[in-house]
Nanobody
C-alpha cells in the first residue's frame, strides 16, 4: 500500500487543521493506520491509531480532547483532525499502515509510511 499525507501548513495557535492520508495499492481496509509526528532530533511519537475497520482507536493521552483520528475505507483515506493547536504541536506528521487489523503504538510496528506533512503552529 502507498500512502500520501497532506493537509499540513502554517496555522496560528488555537487554530485547526485536518490532515489527510490517502492510500493506493493494496486493500486499505486490511491495515491498521496510525498518525505519528516527529520534530528534529527527537524520536517519532505516536499521535493516534485506529484499527483496520475503524472500531478501535486510540489518541495519545496528552492530545485527547484536541485530536481525533478517523478513516473511510470506501475512499481509502484516513484523517487526523487537530483542534486548539499549540506551538508544541509543530512537527512533521506521518501516516503509516500496519500489516495487521489491530493498531499498535510503536511506530516500528508499521511497515508503510507516507512522506510526511509539515505542521507549524505559530504563537
Amino acid at each position: 500500500v502507498q500512502l500520501q499525507a497532506s493537509g499540513g501548513g502554517l496555522v496560528q495557535a488555537g487554530g485547526s487543521l485536518r490532515l489527510l492520508c490517502a492510500a493506493s495499492g493494496s486493500a486499505f481496509s486490511d491495515y491498521a493506520v496510525g498518525w505519528f509526528r516527529q520534530v528534529p532530533g527527537k524520536e517519532r511519537d505516536v499521535v493516534a491509531v485506529t484499527s483496520a475497520g475503524g472500531s478501535t482507536s486510540y489518541v495519545t493521552d496528552s492530545l485527547k480532547g484536541r485530536f481525533a483520528i478517523s478513516r473511510d475505507n470506501d475512499k481509502s483515506t484516513a484523517h487526523l483532525q487537530m483542534n486548539s493547536l499549540r506551538p508544541e504541536d509543530t512537527a512533521v506528521y506521518y501516516c503509516a499502515a500496519r500489516v495487521s487489523r489491530m493498531p499498535h503504538l510503536d511506530p516500528r510496528e508499521y511497515t508503510y509510511w507516507g512522506q510526511g506533512t509539515q505542521v507549524t503552529v505559530s504563537s
